[in-house]
């Protein structure tokens, strides 16, 4: 998959990285959209090699998780996730 990356030289790359893989009530998202936000700067301005973004909208690809059905639009902003189509 194709992921942002920040450099230590302070710009962004788009790089290939390992599918992960899900474990129990987890579920992977086809990404449609990323916003980045302030805290987004923190790493930046550091130079750490992170992939930015936490604010995220996409479509539930495959799933381990009994109550989200696949092709669910998922919202996702900081540690809370809001479903539709569950
Ligand atoms: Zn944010």
Same mark, same amino acid.
């Given at each position: 998959?194709? %992921?942002? =990356?920040? /450099? ?6 788009? %790089? *290939?990285? #390992? ?11 086809? +990404? ?18 992170? *992939? ?7 479509? +539930? #690809?495959?799933? /381990?998780?009994?109550?989200? =059905? ?12 809001? %479903?539709? /189509?569950?």
């Amino acid at each position: 998959m194709r %992921v942002a =990356k920040f /450099n230590p030289e302070g710009n962004i790359s788009i %790089v *290939t990285a #390992e599918m992960p893989v899900i474990e129990n009530n987890e579920v992977l998202l086809r +990404v449609s959209a990323c916003s980045l936000c302030g805290s987004d700067l923190r790493p930046w301005r550091n130079g750490w090699p992170v *992939t930015p973004g936490h604010e995220i909208v996409g479509v +539930v #690809e495959s799933k /381990n998780h009994p109550s989200i =059905k696949l092709d669910a639009l998922l919202i996702f902003q900081f540690g809370v996730a809001s %479903v539709t /189509n569950v």
